[in-house]
């Protein structure tokens, strides 16, 4: 295998990389270049930080990374690939558990940061990097109460500077993220070489990269993954096959066998143009002309 196949995004490698204790440095540079400039981290402690006997252990089941920096404030940090129905969800929940124990005190709580890396397009508009916090709808006040949780999203899947256009650290970082599966340590273009924790990270792929062991653990979770969006696919497409026959049936009458059968063959793009061609077919020989044509 190639080193340079390695991808960052994958969550072994993420977690590789990112909540190992000898590379705090890297992990305080990415949370850096989503935060500043209104805080700046100088040094942290991981609280979950990444062993790979554990890992294996574990099975993948510990998704983020979770640090604490030299004023208190608590990071969770996560890369998401594929989208998911109940994406966003289920952090609210869980943004303080980690800093609770049983009989602990409420006012212990420090500030919390939640920053997710996401590797597909979750808001409709083009921004790619948003902050969430609570704050009064009609005077847009923050007390100070409520001023402890914020909520981070970057959407790398939005991003396409070419590498002449990154002007920031986080700019850098995502590029470095999208393309490191093209890029070797010793090809990083200039642009990403002026940010010595993304040569580090570079050098941590082709280490793992070189790793049977690593590598191993890396290929069964892309195996995995790969498993995963097909039938994430495979579902939805049987969910729009159903809702056409429904909408046919209640505008048509009973869908003939002959329909079933050629609506379940056609590709998920037909199916989203026969959803939009649905109120101009009046008739099952309508039905029957257009699935001809497709």
């Excluded at 991981?46 to 004023?71: E, H, T």
């Excluded at 040569?199 to 792929?205: H, I, S, Y």
């Excluded at 495979?234 to 329909?259: F, H, M, N, W």
Aim: charged share 30%; aromatic share 10%.
């Amino acid at each position: 295998m190639n080193v340079q196949s390695i991808n960052p995004k994958i969550d072994f490698v993420f977690r590789r990389i990112f909540g190992s204790e000898e590379n705090k440095d890297v992990l305080i540079s990415l949370i850096n270049s989503v935060i500043e400039p209104d805080i700046h981290i100088v040094d942290l402690s991981i609280k979950n930080p990444f062993n790979l006997a554990a890992y294996r252990k574990a099975k993948g089941s510990i998704l983020d990374i979770k640090a604490v920096d030299q004023n208190g404030i608590w990071y969770d940090i996560e890369m998401q690939i594929a989208p998911h129905s109940l994406y966003g969800k289920r952090y609210l929940s869980k943004l303080y558990t980690d800093q609770l124990e049983a009989g602990d005190d409420y006012s212990n709580l420090n500030m919390t940061i939640g920053i997710h890396f996401l590797d597909f397009r979750y808001f409709d508009d083009d921004r790619i990097v948003r902050q969430f916090a609570f704050k009064d709808v009609e005077t847009n006040e923050v007390p100070s109460e409520l001023a402890s949780m914020r909520l981070y999203f970057v959407e790398m899947a939005k991003f396409n500077k070419d590498w002449p256009e990154l002007r920031t650290a986080l700019d850098r970082w995502i590029a470095f993220l999208n393309k490191a599966i093209q890029l070797r340590r010793g090809n990083l273009p200039v642009e990403l070489q002026v940010e010595p924790a993304i040569v580090k990270a570079a050098t941590e792929l082709e280490r793992i990269g070189l790793s049977a062991e690593e590598r191993e653990i890396y290929e069964a979770e892309v195996k995995t993954l790969m498993v995963d969006q097909i039938q994430l696919k495979d579902a939805e497409k049987r969910g729009v096959q159903q809702t056409l026959l429904r909408q046919l049936t209640r505008r048509i009458g009973q869908v003939p066998p002959s329909v079933a059968t050629k609506l379940r063959s056609l590709t998920a793009g037909d199916l989203d143009e026969l959803s939009d061609a649905i109120f101009d077919l009046n008739t099952y020989a309508d039905v029957e002309t257009w699935l001809t044509k497709h």
